[in-house]
């Protein structure tokens, strides 16, 4: 399959897109979550045809690629030594760091007391506040997925089963197999912001696109998302 590729310019937005021709009826266009726009085009049509078509979605295309660049982690560079701030659940606590004879993480006075066993260095910092977060995250994750839940239970779906990972892109996805994946990092966001990503990918049990039956479930279940995923962009730049 020969892939092609062709740029189309909307306003001041650019959209790159690649294209291939497959044997189907009609034109697809696909915004990926890594914001790539791939078209499958029926065979025989032009690349002109396909620009064209392109060109014509524009509004939406970016629509969709906003929405998936909304979902990328943006986590500034940390370099993990003390009075830095470090968040966790939607609030910011300074590193105090000493060595010791142990390694130890414990959030102490809205500090993060940090103990290292040995010399102090940055790459031990972060591993052992990565370990935390990793710890925190499974528990809280699965409390919160618990309080969520209820509100899907009469829409007769099956309990999606939770896997925690470090996502490059996401906050979480919902697989087809019924796997809710959650990022690590968002442990640093608030519980409302970490309900709100559960109760968006909750929703894509019922619909998987992000169309008006995803919405209006999404809103009934969920009124003040919008603020949610706002306050979510906001803390964790
Ligand atoms: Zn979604």
Redesign the pocket.
């Known amino acids: 399959m020969r892939l092609s590729h062709g740029v189309v310019s909307y306003g001041r937005e650019k959209i790159e897109f690649s294209f291939c021709h497959v044997d189907r009826k009609t034109l697809e266009i696909a915004v990926h979550p890594n914001q790539t726009v791939v078209v499958k085009a029926p065979l025989g049509v032009e690349s002109a045809e396909v620009q064209r078509r392109v060109a014509k979605r524009a509004r939406w295309i970016i629509k969709q690629r906003n929405y998936f660049r909304q979902f990328e982690p943006r986590t500034p560079a940390r370099c993990y030594v003390g009075g830095e701030t470090h968040l966790y659940l939607g609030k910011r606590y300074r590193l105090k760091i000493s060595s010791e004879n142990q390694d130890s993480v414990k959030l102490l006075k809205g500090y993060f007391e940090i103990q290292v066993k040995g010399r102090v260095t940055s790459d031990k910092v972060k591993c052992l506040l990565d370990g935390w977060y990793a710890k925190k995250a499974s528990s809280k994750f699965r409390e919160s997925l618990d309080y969520c839940w209820p509100r899907f239970k009469k829409l007769s779906v099956v309990q999606p089963r939770l896997q925690i990972k470090r996502l490059k892109k996401r906050w979480g996805s919902l697989s087809g197999r019924g796997t809710l994946t959650l990022n690590t990092d968002l442990i640093r966001a608030s519980k409302g912001c970490i309900n709100y990503v559960i109760t968006?990918?909750l929703c894509?049990l019922q619909s998987k696109v992000?169309g008006p039956k995803f919405y209006k479930t999404l809103e009934r279940i969920m009124p003040d998302w919008k603020k949610r995923k706002q306050k979510l962009e906001l803390t964790l730049v």
Do not use: F, G
Request: charged share 25%.
């Open positions: 968006h990918e894509h992000h």
